[in-house]
């Protein structure tokens, strides 16, 4: 007998003859005939969801998720949640919404979060040039910084005095020009890569 055989012999007298066991649902199944709890809202928001379901006929969960993810959106930055004393954050909510094809999600998503992309669209225009400028800035600085640092270093292996050179470093190091952070309200279609 080859060896072969014997590393074939082996594996098939390793491999269970039992079948696997039926995989464990991922999601708990719900009855079908449970409505989603559309009385649970607020009357101004009940209101505008069935109003949108019976224009776009779209799920009512996916309308109430779209608007409580945009209204959310907008309301994170006036609180806080605090765990303890240390671990503070934003009130959010997060969602992930799944959906089959034809479902028109982006029909409902683009209603309920068109104001705060027009804010964040007109937020990056007025920014545009400010971000422009102290970028170029921040480029500049970084050569100044690479430059000192590079005559530090030759300094260091030919064993000049790079005192005067590690005071300018230091004065330069706290003018560092800051960026400024333009807003990404929303992420979507994002893969790990894109990151």
């Known amino acids: 007998m080859s060896t072969k055989d014997n590393i074939t012999e082996s594996t098939n007298s390793s491999i269970d003859s039992t079948e696997w066991p039926y995989p464990i649902p991922l999601m708990p199944e719900t009855p079908s005939d449970i409505d989603y709890p559309i009385d649970a809202m607020p009357s101004f928001l009940r209101d505008i969801i069935q109003t949108y379901h019976s224009y776009g006929r779209q799920p009512l969960p996916l309308i109430a998720c779209s608007a409580l993810a945009n209204i959310s959106l907008a309301c994170q930055s006036m609180a806080n949640v ?16 799944v959906a089959n094809s034809g479902e028109r999600k982006s029909a409902v998503d683009t209603l309920f979060s068109n104001k705060a992309r027009q804010w964040e669209e007109l937020f990056r225009s007025d920014r545009e040039y400010e971000v422009q400028a102290m970028t170029t ?59």
């Open 82 to 97: 605090a765990r303890d004393n240390y671990l503070k954050s934003p009130v959010s909510l997060y969602f992930l919404m």
């Open 137 to 195: 800035l921040h480029n500049a600085w970084k050569m100044e910084r690479d430059g000192l640092l590079s005559q530090i270093r030759r300094n260091t292996s030919t064993g000049e005095d790079s005192s005067e050179l590690k005071a300018q470093l230091i004065i330069l190091m706290a003018d560092e020009p800051k960026i400024p952070i333009t807003p990404t309200l929303y992420f979507e279609d994002t893969t790990g890569n894109c990151q």
